[in-house]
């Protein structure tokens, strides 16, 4: 079992940039696909991006394309998602999660994480 820890989190306005920092620990973050995905009060837990376990895959939501960078260091357990050009909307709760498995259609959907941090909020604002 891995347990994750975000955190970079926090309030910025609105065009700024924040890095999340995603902490693994139990495990080698390297065995896991990761993710980060995001909920807004009173909406459904939304993808944002994904990375396979070697890093040589990558996946975005199209509106986060070109404004987020997910990378991961294996040597530190860490997955990090560089936010640039925040806007208002992207104001949530972001989490991190692994997936023990890997599948190119399904790193979209929460449902097949197996793992999941405590979240850090975001607040962009205007």
């Known amino acids: 079992q891995v347990q994750l820890v975000e955190s970079g989190g926090g309030l910025v306005q609105a065009g700024g940039s924040l890095r999340l920092s995603c902490v693994g620990s139990?495990?080698?973050?390297?065995?896991?696909?990761m993710g980060w995905f995001r909920q807004a009060p009173g909406l459904e837990r939304e993808f944002v991006a994904a990375i396979s376990r070697s890093g040589n895959n990558i996946y975005y939501v199209d509106s986060m394309k070109g404004r987020f960078t997910i990378s991961r260091d294996n040597a530190k357990n860490t997955v990090y998602l560089q936010m640039n050009s925040l806007k208002p909307e992207d104001t949530a709760v972001y989490y991190c999660?692994?997936?023990?498995?890997?599948?190119?259609?399904?790193?979209?959907?929460?449902?097949?994480?197996?793992?999941w941090g405590q979240g850090t909020q975001v607040t962009v604002s205007s």
């Open positions: 139990g495990r080698t973050l390297s065995t896991y696909t």
């Open positions: 999660a692994a997936d023990k498995g890997y599948s190119s259609s399904s790193v979209y959907a929460s449902s097949k994480y197996d793992y």
